[in-house]
């Protein structure tokens, strides 16, 4: 059992850490130790916060933290002691490793996991109880194989990859470094391929495709809780390194994903989807199969995509909130929209 | 091994369960005997039926059920014994549980399971083969753990806790009493929280924001199978007493759901959002970050909420289904609905 | 250990298995030998490929397979041995069988399994390590459970059932016979049924129904990776022979599905829904509560449905997609569109 962290980190130390200027004030001077993070309205004097988002600004002039991190032109506004930073979100982000009390592995194979001879582990490897690794598994050095996870036959993990608790890499799923799964997520499962066997066949409707093909995960990609992955029918599905995915998200079989983009929640990709890199997918959203999506393409969320997208820029589908009275007046209207279109042409017309 | 249950209850003991007033008829009278529930239609003379949807009025007419739950106003309809109930689908529900045949667990710890000798478990708890509980962890008194579930390092779980089977609890994630989980939910999953780094650098295009919240779920709350729930960058993502939450619900970081709020399937919360009491939010919603939504609101299937409600009501996004040949006619005239608006301002100001 | 297989079949003895007509050039006679498959794009000369999606037309002009399965009148186009099919996705369909390359499994109890002696299962029945087969359950001849999956007591599964890992069977679930059910898949959790208890009952909002029924499962059903199928409340959720389901995919409580109905990925089907046969329902799809679909329906993706289809036919809402910039000028209009229609009325009125 580890011991119960307990930080004490003067305001200086912090500045160094995370390449900040600091303003002291006259309530909190730079030997002033802080403990930890928290929001804006949420932190005590024993805290440090931070500003990114205009949304929270008037939460700031209120804030009891020690110090906040935020942009050189917000510290006019900060009662507590500045940390400016010209990216105040990324400065969190890194100080928030910091502060980590997600308990630490303890780099050992548990008795109660299941590990084939015919595996192979690097150095300090970590396979939790109820993990099943089987035959001709390879699994770099420093990887975490949480509780009741499957790795299944020929699949390879690469260095510092962490899979939480029970996920599933099915088999001859290729994984490189530094690989981030959450829990439930599965790897490698058999993509939605079936040919229609005709009518006149009474014993079965559909044929299966054999799926010869597999995920490849590129480095640094993280996948959330409850995301699955397909693998692929001819050649492989490829997620291309530093892509991330949020939970239960969809993607199907020979999708291909460009490298830095990132996918938000319940998101679903239908088969062949090419989608370039840095792209930005909100949540929701649906991607027909067999489009091209260009390089630095930005779609709103719960978005259709029904056609293939060449130019970067941001696209949108669907309508806005409004009450569900006005509502049901208008979609009355848009089912016969087009006849509308003609009345009014017919109008212009006269 | 239990018994197969036979049940054999009079139509007074009935009545009496569930405080309702029985008006028998000339083919069943008060000591007859039932052995179950079923629909109207499918309803032979040993079960209870129940109407609480006008939908189905038309199946109380020709029912074979020996009784029925029903609103004083419908028994004139009703050709078997009636059970007169203000809220018979409540009164349904409460009898549901009289008529139980689910399996009932056996309260011990199986020798197959693994409990961490630093975990904390209560009276009556029962831990079935492939769980895995590890250190720190406390269990109150008749919590099931249904077979290879996972409970994380310091999670507690209240008393009366049932989760079905392969349910993930990860680290510190706290739940109160009465909670019943479904199969394959993951709760205290890391949000999708990540810093751009910047183009200029090539090592790592995304910094992982740590996330040191965790989730905090309430008394009597119900999780579907699949579901996701994650714990909070600072601060804890929080679901209230009297929440249900349907399959495959996704509730990002930093969430708060209020009192009683019910949440249908396939439905998308994103991070930092507040929703009040009481609310009703139906299938395939999803929900733009950092909103707020009020109390008492109503949301209809598949809204895009892309703004906070502040006034409770019904809610709505989106179009209705028609054929998908008039569907695209009318698609291909919205794309350019403000130069309509446009052309008929035109023709007005003539 | 199983061998890594090599493949080494003729042209001539291809065009057997698949029933094709071969026409041979001058580059590859009918007695040269294949590997394997790929796409026409990807394949070199030991391969097979196929033209089934005029989308990929091009690519045979200029493809390095050995071979192409292709309709008769796209043999002209082709540049490599040409294999004549009248459906040309379907013999791809039965020739990536015999190409197969996944792990085949050992057909034995693996002693870290857990099965209850009261368990009865058939002949060459696989139970991987991890597993656990629960009290009562019935499992027909050749069937694979793999790793960590669950069945919970009183559950059948027929012959030729395929489980692939982390699968969960919950109780008195019903499996006919080649069903194959992808990795995190839950068969059978409680539906989504609660009857709030009325405003003035501090105690508890919402009163559970207890699910009597269970999940019907017929024969060639597929399912896939964290698809969830609920039991039904009173009565069965019943899943009819030959149905094909995607991942992701959530099926309500005493929802029916008809013979040979295909669903994509992150579908959600309402409660008490009854689906005809031979339906195709795209991705995204929602269908509401208690309506009815006629067989032969098929649904574009996205679509909300929120009445019953008597007809067969295409079925779709929602709008198409178009860059946000025009999208929000579009959407605003759309808010009003039931005062434009007045408008034009007036115009016409004049």
Redesign the interface.
């Known amino acids: ?1 580890e011991l119960e962290k307990t930080f004490n980190i003067s305001l200086s130390e912090i500045a160094n850490l995370i390449d900040a200027q600091l303003i002291i004030n006259s309530h909190f001077d730079d030997k002033y130790k802080v403990s ?4 804006l309205s ?1 932190a005590d004097n024993t805290k440090i916060s931070f500003l990114s ?1 205009n ?1 929270y600004k008037n939460d700031l002039l209120t804030t009891s933290a020690a110090a906040v991190i935020l942009l050189a032109e917000n510290a006019k506004d900060c009662p507590s002691a500045c940390l400016i930073h010209e ?1 105040p ?2 400065a ?3 100080l ?2 910091i ?5 630490k592995p303890q780099m050992s194979i548990d008795s ?1 996991s ?1 590990v084939s001879q ?1 595996a192979k582990l690097g150095a300090n490897v970590t396979v ?3 993990a ?1 690794i ?3 598994v390879v699994i770099g050095d420093n990887t975490f194989i ?3 996870c ?1 790795i ?3 699949a390879s993990l690469g260095n510092d990859v962490k899979l ?3 996920v ?1 890499i ?2 001859s799923v290729q994984i490189k470094n530094n690989v ?1 799964i ?3 997520a ?1 790897i490698g ?2 993509g ?7 009518i006149d066949n009474n014993d ?9 093909g597999t995920v490849i995960i590129g480095n ?1 990609v ?1 996948i ?3 995301t ?1 992955i ?1 693998r692929g ?3 492989d599905t490829t997620i291309s ?2 892509v ?1 995915i ?3 998200v ?1 993607i ?1 079989h020979n999708v291909c994903i460009g ?2 983009t ?1 996918i ?3 998101t ?1 990709i ?1 088969g062949s989807v090419i989608i370039g890199e ?1 792209c930005r997918i909100a ?2 959203v ?1 991607i ?1 199969g ?1 489009l091209s999506i260009a390089s630095g393409v ?1 779609i ?8 293939s997208i060449s130019e970067p ?26 006849n ?2 003609d ?2 042409k017919k ?2 017309d006269r």
């Open positions: 059992m930890g993070l928290a929001t949420n988002n949304r990216n979100y990324l969190y982000a890194k928030s490793k502060f980590d009390i997600t308990p109660g299941f015919s939790c109880v109820g099943v089987m035959d001709d949480g509780p009741n499957v299944e036959k020929k939480t608790s029970n599933v099915n088999h981030n959450q829990s439930g599965i499962s058999d939605f391929g079936y040919a229609p066997t005709g079965r409707l559909w044929e299966k495709i054999n799926h010869s640094r993280e959330g809780a409850n699955t397909d029918a001819l050649g390194d530093d991330i949020d939970n239960q969809h199907a490298r830095g990132a938000a929640g319940c679903g239908a840095n949540g929701g649906g027909t067999h930005t709103l969320s719960m978005t259709r995509v029904n056609n820029g941001v696209y949108a589908s669907g309508t806005v909130m409004q009450s569900a009275d006005d509502w049901r007046k208008n979609v009355i209207r848009f089912k016969n929209l087009d509308l279109y009345r009014v109008i212009e």
